[in-house]
């Protein structure tokens, strides 16, 4: 029992102790003495935080592309358009880091496009913009396709 206190206070204590301990732990196979409900507790975080950052990132970008798209101000073009190419370079890297989010685009993005759209209409009183997403979502050609050209 004290072990198992002992494991809980190092996690609580400094949490990359607790992490380097528990990596070499499992390297050795000792599996005896490893802290199971914060292992478990990290492995689920970590799949949730990917799934985060994939609905964030679309966010960002679907944002950007409709204020280029349907906001009238040519000085914030160049601006907008670079965050457009930085969050798709971040989307590329986290789909091909983890594949099985292409599984969840669709999903990612509905949720992304609500936030996003109603983020802007916040923003851009004056500015009219559709209910809807008009062009392809594919991961493709939001990844790559310059809607405005």
Request: hydrophobic share 40%; glycine share 2%; no cysteine.
């Amino acid at each position: 029992m004290s072990q198992i206190k002992n494991l809980t206070s190092l996690y609580e204590q400094d949490i990359l102790l607790w992490s380097e301990d528990t990596v070499a732990k499992l390297k050795v196979r000792d599996f005896d003495h490893l802290d199971l409900k914060h292992l478990i507790e990290e492995v689920e975080a970590l799949g949730i935080s990917q799934k985060k950052e994939l609905i964030s990132r679309l966010i960002v970008l679907l944002e950007h592309l409709l204020k280029r798209l349907y906001v009238n101000l040519s000085d914030e073009y160049n601006g907008w358009e670079r965050t457009i190419r930085t969050q798709r370079g971040e989307l590329e890297i986290l789909l091909d880091a983890v594949p099985s989010l292409s599984t969840r685009w669709e999903t990612s993005f509905d949720k992304a496009w609500q936030i996003a759209l109603k983020n802007v209409r916040k923003e851009y009183l004056q500015s009219s913009f559709p209910d809807a997403w008009s062009y392809d979502r594919s991961p493709e050609e939001m990844l790559d396709r310059d809607f405005w050209l």
